[in-house]
């Protein structure tokens, strides 16, 4: 079996198959462009200058962050979110994509046994009001639901694993555009 053939058994993220839908809209867009190679600009991308070992220690770091429930633009261990973006595209081998979803659904567990803790009177100094906003920003929570069938908690988590990973792309897209805008020669840093 090929790698194209396995590779085509194994299902993509919604988050994969969004972006691959980004690059094809572009590239019908202005084909001429999709067909010429980019030439490198300026110097090379700093994170080739890491060490696999310097790469584990910002993605341990990275998991342990997100585990304890925090947003993923905090993160700033020996580089910021953006860099750790740039590593996660161009170093997929180090950050799979499962391991991902996990550590989001770790982190999303997080923050709902804080929220249940909270109602349980658990955590006497808890503020249920920060909790809530803190989940709308975080996860897409909404306080209406815009059908009119009420959705199950199951289709809630689906949506709002879907919103966040809508913001993710669209992340990713801004610094992905930051780093095409970027002018030969300039010193643009991604810290």
């Avoid at 299902?11 to 994969?16: A, D, G, K, L, T």
Wanted: hydrophobic content about 35%; some cysteine; charged content about 35%.
């Amino acid at each position: 079996m090929s790698k194209k053939e396995i590779k085509s058994e194994i299902p993509e993220s919604p988050m994969i198959q969004k972006a691959a839908k980004a690059r094809a809209r572009k590239a019908k867009e202005n084909p001429k462009k999709a067909a010429t190679k980019k030439k490198p600009r300026g110097q090379p991308s700093f994170i080739t200058k890491w060490t696999d070992a310097e790469i584990k220690d910002v993605k341990q770091k990275y998991f342990d962050h997100l585990a304890q429930g925090f947003p993923i633009t905090s993160f700033h261990y020996k580089c910021s979110y953006k860099t750790l973006r740039k590593m996660i595209l161009e170093r997929p081998d180090m950050f799979p994509a499962e391991e991902l979803e996990m550590i989001k659904s770790r982190r999303y567990h997080t923050m709902i046994t804080i929220g249940m803790q909270q109602a349980q009177g658990q955590i006497e100094k808890g503020n249920v009001q920060s909790w809530k906003i803190l989940m709308y920003n975080m996860f897409g929570w909404k306080d209406k639901v815009e059908s009119k069938q009420e959705m199950s908690v199951e289709d809630q988590f689906r949506a709002a694993v879907q919103a966040q990973n809508a913001r993710e792309i669209a992340e990713l897209e801004e610094v992905k555009d930051t780093e095409d805008t970027a002018k030969p020669g300039s010193e643009a840093s991604f810290d």
